[in-house]
């Protein structure tokens, strides 16, 4: 399971959906990963934060231990052949949804966050929500 971006912030937030969702996930021996994309779009945030240094300590206390996938080669290509495939079809993507896209597509993955409709409707992408 990969955890979008937007999971990874209502965790940091406490939201309890997302949290049951994570001990659920937990209880069943799934996985949480997260990606390369998140990192850069989490410390990002954290970046333009007027609370910077916390919300740096709040980033590194969600993902410190949670396992992730780079964005390689192959789900760079794949990332690019899925936001080409959208702007072909006059639908919009996030460069950086595609890229998550494009991992989770690789590697045979679900992507776990509140914006389904984000991921809806890529070949090979399935998403789960809470």
Same mark, same amino acid.
């Given at each position: 399971?990969?955890?979008?971006?937007? /999971?990874?912030?209502?965790?940091?937030?406490?939201?309890?959906?997302?949290?049951?969702?994570?001990?659920?996930?937990?209880? /069943?021996?799934?996985?949480?990963?997260?990606?390369?994309?998140?990192?850069?779009?989490?410390?990002?945030?954290?970046?333009?934060?007027?609370?910077?240094?916390?919300?740096?300590a709040k980033v590194h206390s969600?993902?410190?231990?949670?396992?992730?996938?780079?964005?390689?080669?192959?789900?760079?290509?794949?990332?690019?052949?899925?936001?080409?495939?959208?702007?072909?079809?006059?639908?919009?993507?996030?460069?950086?949804?595609?890229?998550?896209?494009?991992?989770?597509?690789?590697?045979?993955?679900?992507?776990?966050?509140?914006?389904?409709?984000?991921?809806s409707g890529i070949e090979g992408?399935?998403?789960?929500?809470?």
């Amino acid at each position: 399971m990969i955890a979008d971006t937007s /999971y990874l912030i209502d965790v940091m937030r406490g939201d309890p959906e997302a949290i049951e969702k994570g001990r659920m996930l937990e209880s /069943y021996g799934i996985p949480i990963c997260i990606t390369a994309i998140a990192v850069f779009e989490l410390y990002v945030g954290t970046g333009l934060s007027s609370k910077s240094t916390e919300e740096k300590a709040k980033v590194h206390s969600v993902i410190s231990s949670m396992p992730a996938f780079a964005l390689d080669f192959d789900s760079s290509r794949e990332g690019g052949l899925i936001f080409s495939a959208r702007k072909k079809e006059g639908m919009t993507i996030d460069a950086e949804d595609a890229m998550v896209a494009g991992i989770a597509r690789l590697n045979h993955e679900t992507v776990l966050t509140r914006n389904t409709r984000h991921f809806s409707g890529i070949e090979g992408v399935r998403t789960d929500s809470y």
